[in-house]
């Protein structure tokens, strides 16, 4: 459960007291956690005629057994900039995805030189309506939706990633479902004693503006949407009434889209899905060297060194470009809502569940005649991006099962690290499938 106060969420000490945060910090030095007070500089120095915002915060804390992660969320008045075309909105600013307070109660400190607790916290600028006198408190818990995932996942998020949210952010009827995140314009990184802190701002999308960032990249799409005022403008803020696409109020976008789909593919090389495959090579009785291997009663899981197998291929031989995994859909929902994955502080393709219950050496790599893929809908819509935007690039594109430990790579011509060839389209290593696609065409 959540308030809404002016500033009072901070401690006494902090920003939202009364006298402001220099009289109560040298009052009270001990009783401002420091990683919050860096954060809160950066508010200042944006702010300066705001020292006591209201503020959505957490009643029970997340480390004394609450459900939200964040402690805080700062809600500020932005007049924009009338000479950029940037109208007044809403500016805000979370505490809590990066270490506040160095004791490990949240985040294990590793330092002043890497980055603090996952490294960043989210920002949202949503446009002021006229007459508005206070910020609507939706944006808080949007937060504090992608802040659960972050820390439940452990994936953290990266500028250009997409969030596949599925529905209108503010719960209401607006074609504003999804999200995209890019570095926030106006707040600078900063170094806190327990180290670095950026701000990724959450950006609002349409549909077919989610779509193009998977198909083509997230950066480009921002770019397009910087370029188009009523669709975010320099700053990218969030109109939650604005009714078209970039691609409507400008038809020539997609042109440009079109374009750089062609000319550069897409940047998405993996996504975590529902998928499955099945070996038709041997008979299913013959459970000797089928997909799910078992031992006594207990399944086939990838041991840590398989995990570690998958990952440096990835990272090394199959990832053509220095951009990790990062996928975009995620069966795990928060609040009933899809959310996109990023690449996670373990890693996007390792397990849960990597007991090493069979060893590695034991499992050897497989030629297949035939299999059976299985996606569900969401998954076999981004087929035609595989294809276009990443095998026909001599790319690779990789589908991670959300349920248990498949993976399911397609790879094509000039992708090193492959075990799949164009002799033998088909290969497994244990539950982990390379699909070789030659020529552009389907073995």
């Keep these: 459960m959540e308030s809404v106060r002016p500033g009072g969420g ?4 902090g920003p939202g007291s009364g006298s402001g945060s220099g009289a109560a910090s040298g009052s009270f030095p001990s009783l401002f956690p420091p990683g919050l007070h860096g954060i809160y500089g950066e508010c200042r120095r944006l702010y300066p005629d705001q020292p006591n915002p209201l503020q959505v915060t957490a009643i029970l804390k997340y480390w004394l057994g609450g459900p939200d992660p964040l402690d805080y969320v700062s809600m500020y008045r932005n007049l924009g900039n009338p000479a950029l075309n940037v109208p007044e909105h809403w500016h805000y600013v979370s505490f809590g995805l990066s270490d506040l307070y160095g004791d490990n109660r949240v985040h294990e400190f590793t330092g002043t030189n890497g980055p603090s607790g996952f490294g960043f916290e989210l920002t949202f ?33 990266c500028s250009g990633d997409h969030v596949s949210w599925h529905s209108p952010l503010d719960n209401s009827e607006s074609r504003i479902q999804h999200m995209l995140l890019t570095e926030d314009p106006q707040m600078q990184p900063v170094q806190t004693p327990f180290g670095v802190v950026t701000f990724l ?130 069966a795990q929902r928060q609040n009933g809502l899809n959310l996109d994955r990023a690449p996670s502080r373990k890693d996007s393709l390792e397990s849960e569940s990597s007991a090493a219950i069979i060893p590695h050496e034991l499992i050897r790599t497989r030629q297949l005649e035939s299999v059976h893929l299985k996606f569900n809908q969401e998954s076999g819509a981004l087929i035609p991006l595989c294809l276009r935007g990443r095998l026909l690039h001599g790319r690779h594109f990789t589908y991670k099962s959300i349920t248990g430990d498949t993976a399911i790579t397609f790879v094509s011509t000039g992708v090193e690290g492959a075990f799949a060839t164009e002799e033998h389209p088909y290969a497994a290593h244990g539950p982990w499938l390379q699909k070789g696609i030659w020529g552009g065409r389907v073995e």
């Design 125 to 157: 600028r949503l446009k002021r309506e006229t007459g508005e006198s206070a910020p609507p408190t939706w944006p808080a818990e949007l937060m504090q939706g992608l802040a659960r995932y972050v820390f439940q996942s452990e994936n953290t998020f």
């Design 201 to 330: 701002q959450i950006v609002g999308v349409c549909t077919e503006e989610l779509h193009a960032a998977q198909q083509w990249n997230g950066q480009g799409i921002l770019e397009l949407l910087r370029t188009v005022p009523l669709a975010g403008g320099p700053w990218l803020i969030t109109d939650m009434r604005r009714g078209e696409t970039i691609f409507e109020i400008d038809p020539h976008l997609q042109e440009r889209v079109d374009k750089g789909i062609e000319t550069d593919g897409s940047n998405l090389s993996g996504v975590s899905a529902k998928c499955a495959w099945d070996d038709l090579s041997r008979p299913p009785e013959d459970d000797e060297d089928s997909r799910s291997i078992c031992i006594g009663t207990q399944p086939r899981r990838l041991s840590g060194k398989d995990t570690e197998q998958i990952r440096e291929t990835l990272r090394r031989g199959l990832e053509i470009n220095s951009k990790p995994v990062l996928p975009p859909i995620n």
């Design 10 to 13: 901070l401690p006494a000490s």
